[in-house]
Nanobody
Framework: QVQLVEFGGGLVQAGGSLRLSCAAS????????MGWFRQAPGKEREFVAGISRSGGSTYYRDSVKGRFTISRDNAKNTVYLQMSSLKPEDTAVYYC??????????????????WGQGTQVTVSS
């Protein structure tokens, strides 16, 4: 089992940047592929970005490609989401999640086994 805690949310103007961090407990962090999801008010939780166990493979939803970068540091048990050129439509609660799912197709909420509590990102226009 792994526990996840997100950091780094906040209020930023459109065009600005934020870096989210997600710290994981336990000694098996590298056993999990990791993902970032987000949920805006009144909307379903949606996949944002994912990264393989080693960090060698990453994948993104189309609307954030070229603006967001996911990375991980297995020595620090931490996964990051660097967000740039932020838009008001990026406003949401952002969650990190861990999955036993392998491969680059792990983009569904039900495929993820453990979740953080979420951190609010608000982008003002």
């Amino acid at each position: 089992q792994v526990q996840l805690v997100e950091f780094g949310g906040g209020l930023v103007q459109a065009g600005g940047s934020l870096r989210l961090s997600c710290a994981a407990s336990g000694r098996t962090f590298s056993s999990y592929a990791m993902g970032w999801f987000r949920q805006a008010p009144g909307k379903e939780r949606e996949f944002v970005a994912g990264i393989s166990r080693s960090g060698g493979s990453t994948y993104y939803r189309d609307s954030v490609k070229g603006r967001f970068t996911i990375s991980r540091d297995n020595a620090k048990n931490t996964v990051y989401l660097q967000m740039s050129s932020l838009k008001p439509e990026d406003t949401a609660v952002y969650y990190c999640a861990a999955t036993y799912c392998s491969g680059s197709g792990c983009i569904r909420v039900y495929e993820y086994n453990y979740w953080g509590q979420g951190t609010q990102v608000t982008v003002s226009s």
